[in-house]
């Protein structure tokens, strides 16, 4: 049930019913606490409807239950860039290992995420 709940979730958002949406993702959430897409479906909405906060605060209590997602420390990361603060975004994507750093080559992105995953992001 969790996937066709993440999947009405997407329907919803691109048709708009950003309200809707959310609470899917949030009964999804109940389903399975555990999965990091949701979370990021979740803080992707909010950031839509420019709720910024929630946003964040969402991905925070995610990062508490699962803490070793790249995906989630990429979304919490590239939003908190996105609002400015780009020193702690570039470092939270550091921590979470989702770039590296080679005194020859320079910064490169591993995220470890698809292709499509970090378009959703």
Do not use: C
């Amino acid at each position: 049930y969790v996937d066709a709940y993440n999947n009405l979730g997407i329907i919803f958002n691109e048709t708009g019913q950003y309200h809707k949406a959310i609470a899917v993702y949030r009964k999804a959430l109940t389903l399975n606490p555990f999965w990091d897409k949701l979370y990021v479906n979740l803080a992707t909405t909010y950031s839509v409807l420019e709720q910024f906060n929630e946003a964040i605060k969402v991905l925070d209590e995610s990062l508490m239950l699962v803490s070793n997602s790249k995906m989630l420390n990429f979304a919490k990361g590239r939003l908190l860039v996105k609002l400015g603060n780009l020193n702690e975004g570039l470092l939270l994507e550091l921590a979470g290992g989702v770039f590296s750093f080679d005194s020859e080559t320079g910064i490169t992105l591993r995220t470890g995420l698809s292709d499509e995953e970090i378009k959703s992001i």
